[in-house]
């Protein structure tokens, strides 16, 4: 069976700080990946999303970045964080076409200070 | 993808339905309806998806409108697991499932 793996759980980090937040996908090859973002008491915003190694499409402006190094890795930088990246952030993945489901990670909250 | 409207929350009884309303009066003709939930601090989870015909699975049904206007998930017997945020969402069925616009949803309340 298909699992994911995204940590830390919760992060508090300085402003001006760097960022790296990892996401792992097991029991599956070739994955679309995808990073949210979602504010206190709101909905989902898209961030990146990758449907291959390499491959890192950016949906918002914004002060991170993404990277796919392997097939089932997607990763989330920032080489200064601001006050405005405290949120929590969720990785997900779904398969290239047939099943319409997405499948999240449990997230990782992070807070900038 | 068309946009939709939820309730902001609602309130159900445990042992009872909930109704989740949604509107999508904007839906196009090869666009589907899905329904997602977060419970609190955890990541979504996908609960059904539909085109026309109403749907129904081991987590809920799902009945949408002859117009197609609007839908509404049914959870049959409502527990307290189920207080979460439920989220309507409509897109192609082809496109990248990840690649979804979630709003606010609606925040279910289960009382027992």
């Known amino acids: 069976s298909q699992t994911i793996h995204q940590w830390p759980a919760t992060l508090v980090q300085p402003v001006g700080s760097p960022l790296s937040l990892e996401c792992t996908v097991e029991g599956t090859s070739n994955p679309n990946l995808y990073w949210y973002r979602q504010a206190a008491g709101r909905g989902l915003q898209l961030l990146f999303y990758?449907?291959?190694?390499?491959?890192i499409s950016s949906e918002v402006p914004q002060n991170l970045s993404a990277s796919r190094p392997q097939d089932r890795q997607f990763i989330l930088s920032s080489k200064k964080l601001l006050l405005s990246d405290s949120g929590f952030y969720l990785c997900?993945?779904?398969?290239?076409?047939?099943?319409?489901?997405?499948?999240f990670g449990q997230g990782t909250r992070l807070t900038v200070v | 993808d068309a946009k939709t409207t939820q309730p902001p929350s609602m309130d159900c009884a445990e042992g009872r339905a909930a109704n989740l309303p949604c509107n999508h009066s904007?839906?196009?003709?090869?666009?589907?309806v899905y329904w997602y939930r977060q419970i609190h601090s955890q990541g979504p989870q996908y609960i059904i998806h539909g085109l026309k015909n109403n749907e129904t699975n081991e987590m809920a049904s799902l009945i949408i409108t002859e117009d197609r206007k609007s839908s509404t998930l049914i959870l049959p017997h409502a527990t307290l697991r189920d207080t979460a945020v439920y989220y309507c969402i409509v897109r192609g069925l082809n496109t990248n499932a990840g690649k979804s616009t979630f709003g606010d949803g609606t925040t279910l309340t289960v009382k027992p």
């Open positions: 990758s449907v291959g190694i390499g491959q």
């Open positions: 904007t839906i196009s003709g090869n666009e589907y």
């Open positions: 997900a993945w779904s398969l290239w076409a047939g099943d319409p489901r997405a499948f």
